[in-house]
């Protein structure tokens, strides 16, 4: 193959995966502002209506903040057993440590459905904990493994002499840890926090097992608001969830290199 | 063993099953300045570690100044460690990192920035305060670590081969600042050191270990001029050492006569302690090096190669040309076998 041809298939391949990223992403954009009364592709006529009547339907808005309650409290009883986790795992020479690795890990290989049902049928239903706690606990288990596995990856530079020098200058072993572990993960930390927020924010197939009167995540009032109504403001809610992920991990990334972690 | 300021007693160190240091006794006076020298893997880093209270013994006990430490947890015994890896905090500047104890002691901040400016001075890195670890060279690195344990004035200061990367300027520069500082503030000092000039030149006593135990412990001078065993001697930089039977020296290439029956059965030579030029024994230059003062001859003998100096006056002799020599029992060093 001839050098000019080669940069023709170099070119058309990055094309085609732009196309495929972010072509999903400008056809929500455009039937969210359809001014029509149903979805539709291609948009006929454009308004911005859809996109503000998002923030009158009152189901949106109560289950908009349940779904960020969950990703910020999940993500951080995540990161509260996931960083000393990854620590343990990457500084003591524990006998079981792959064993943890992989239950750690689990709540990802296994699939949602299966977790979801799960949870419904051996926590909720035997138990009778409320629906927001088994969501809360179900959320901080999805999490988990990205906590661990990215909090792990900026430990490894990390030396234990450094915290032994500390606790020579006369720490304590917590002290060492908050003063010199903690700055140094920083990085790690917040992008497993946005990671875990995004994760938790997007999921569906768990939740849609727990949810009840009044209880429901955002993705899963969406799924229920459609299956009444069909016009285009779940596009238009689609599109704006998108900028703000992508708000979220664009300013992630320009502060701490946050692709760096991941 | 009263004057003792540090004292290790039978102490045995362990690593899971296997024991890196077995039974050592140590005793250190107040405000010596004690060499830990001898080959990769000794133990010389593992004692270290036990001492400052980051490894525990698996037997026997430590004292230090009178108070046995040896179940004393390391950020209550007073010691510091300046670490072969430097094990700066790389989130902090030079002076945050000099700073970092004497903040933990809650100093005033007119007294912190004081001596944490006059311990960067004494390393020479005045200049340097705003500098990340990761924007100075290794041995500035290797300084700030030094400035980071001397500022929080120690009981016992520790150094794992603290001099290890500087230059040969820097490093007898540092070494006579060591020695300056220990002497000003009267800081027991233990280092650890590959170098045995380093050892010869700072330290007040020697302690030679092999394989976690320690072969020979004495002065410079005692080290220097009597070594006891092959091993001490070759770390003294006798670089002729051979096995002696009757009256012959033995090796496995040939023999050679001594002029006399000796009483060691190990007889080792410096190589200025090789006489070149005359002497009984002839052999074939293998290797000449001008030295400056000396020409140094690898001379290829009965017994194999043998390192010689000779005097610059003394001719050059040209490669593979015959030369004579002597190993006399006058400058030899007996040693035990
Ligand atoms: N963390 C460890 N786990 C197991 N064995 C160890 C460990 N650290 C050291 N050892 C072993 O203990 C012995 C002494 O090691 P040590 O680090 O004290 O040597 P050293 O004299 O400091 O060597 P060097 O001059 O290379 O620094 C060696 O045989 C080494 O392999
Ligand atoms: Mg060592």
Known sequence: MNTSMRHLANWSILGLTLTFLIGPFLIIILAGASNTEYLAFPPEGLTLKWYLKVFTVESFRASFLLSMALAVFGTLAALL??????????????PMAETV??????????????????????????????????????????????????????????????????????????????????????????????????????????SLFLSGPGVRTLPIDMLAYMEITFDPSVAALSALLAFMS????????????????? | MSDAFVQ?????????????VPNLDLSIREGELIALLGPSGCGKTTTMRAIAGLLSPTGGTITIDGRDVTRVPANKRGI????????????????????????????????IKQRTEEGLATVGLTGFEKRKPAEMSGGQQQRVALARSLVMRPKVLLLDEPLSNLDARLRLEMRTEL??????????????????????????????????????????????????????????????????????????????PLEARPESPILAWRPDAVTVGSGPHEGRVAACSFAGA???????????????????????????EAIRFDLPLATARGLAA
């Open chain 1, 81 to 94: 057993l996931g960083v000393p986790a990854a620590y343990a795992l990457n500084r003591y020479d524990l």
């Open chain 1, 101 to 206: 690795r992989t239950i750690v890990a689990a709540p990802i290989i296994v699939p949602g459905i299966i977790v979801g049902l799960a949870l419904l049928r051996y926590m909720v239903v035997p138990t009778g904990v409320t629906v927001t706690l088994a969501l809360f606990m179900a959320h901080t288990a999805l999490v988990l493994p990205y906590a661990v596995r990215v909090v792990s990856s900026s430990m490894t530079n990390l030396r234990a002499d450094m915290e032994e020098a500390a606790v020579l200058l006369g720490c304590s072993r917590l002290q060492a840890f908050t003063k010199v572990v903690l700055p140094n993960i920083r990085g790690g930390v917040l992008a497993a926090f946005i990671l875990g927020f995004v994760t938790s924010f997007n999921q569906v197939p768990v």
């Open chain 1, 246 to 262: 992508l708000a979220i991990v664009f300013t992630a990334e320009r502060l701490l290199g946050f692709s760096r972690y991941v």
């Open chain 2, 8 to 20: 290790l007693s039978d102490l045995t160190l362990s690593y899971g099953k296997s024991v890196a």
């Open chain 2, 80 to 111: 510091g460690l300046v670490f072969q890896s430097y094990a700066l905090f790389p989130h902090l500047t030079a002076f945050e990192n000099v700073a970092f104890g004497l903040r933990l002691q809650k100093l005033p901040e007119a007294e």
């Open chain 2, 179 to 256: 020695q300056r500082v220990q002497k000003e503030t009267g800081i027991t000092m233990v280092f650890v050191t590959h170098d045995q000039a380093e050892a010869l030149a700072l330290a007040d006593r020697i302690v030679l270990m092999k394989d976690g135990k320690i072969e020979q412990l004495g002065t410079p001078a005692d080290l220097y001029a009597r070594p006891e065993t092959a091993f001490a001697a070759e770390f003294m930089g006798f670089e002729n050492i051979f096995k002696v039977e009757g009256e012959e020296i033995v090796t496995t290439s040939g023999r050679l």
């Open chain 2, 294 to 320: 000396h020409r140094e001859y690898v001379i290829d003998s009965a017994l194999g190669p043998i390192k010689a100096d000779a005097a610059i006056t003394l001719p050059e002799v040209p490669l593979g």
